[in-house]
């Protein structure tokens, strides 16, 4: 059984930081592309980041110089390390494994920037 459990958002203050993890089970981890993405209320579902199986990284223009991905293949374990968080972050934030035809999603963590 695959499963991809987030953990790590909560309530944070603008410019503050957080940081996501997604442990994964049941896929042979290092072969497949990992995602974030997100969606805030009344939005469509945003794709963040990409770390590939060869470690390339990609990001959304909002969050680049802010965001980090990056993968521990030993701990079958996404990151996303979230710096200078602005309010128009807040969303539920998803993890996401991509490889071959086959993708699995996290159930999502709440991430909610306010003062």
């Known amino acids: 059984q695959v499963q991809l459990v987030e953990s790590g958002g909560g309530l944070v203050q603008p410019g503050g930081s957080l940081r996501l993890s997604c442990a994964a089970s049941g896929i042979a981890f290092s072969a497949y592309a990992m995602d974030w993405y997100r969606q805030a209320p009344g939005k469509e579902r945003e794709l963040v980041a990409t770390i590939t199986s060869g470690g390339r990284l990609t990001y959304v223009d909002s969050v680049k110089g802010r965001f980090t991905i990056s993968r521990d293949n030993a701990k079958k374990t996404v990151y996303l390390q979230m710096n200078s968080l602005k309010p128009e972050d807040t969303a539920v934030y998803y993890c996401?494994?991509?490889?071959?035809?086959?993708?699995?999603w996290g159930q999502g963590t709440q991430v909610t920037v306010s003062s």
């Open positions: 996401h494994a991509f490889g071959g035809l086959r993708h699995y």
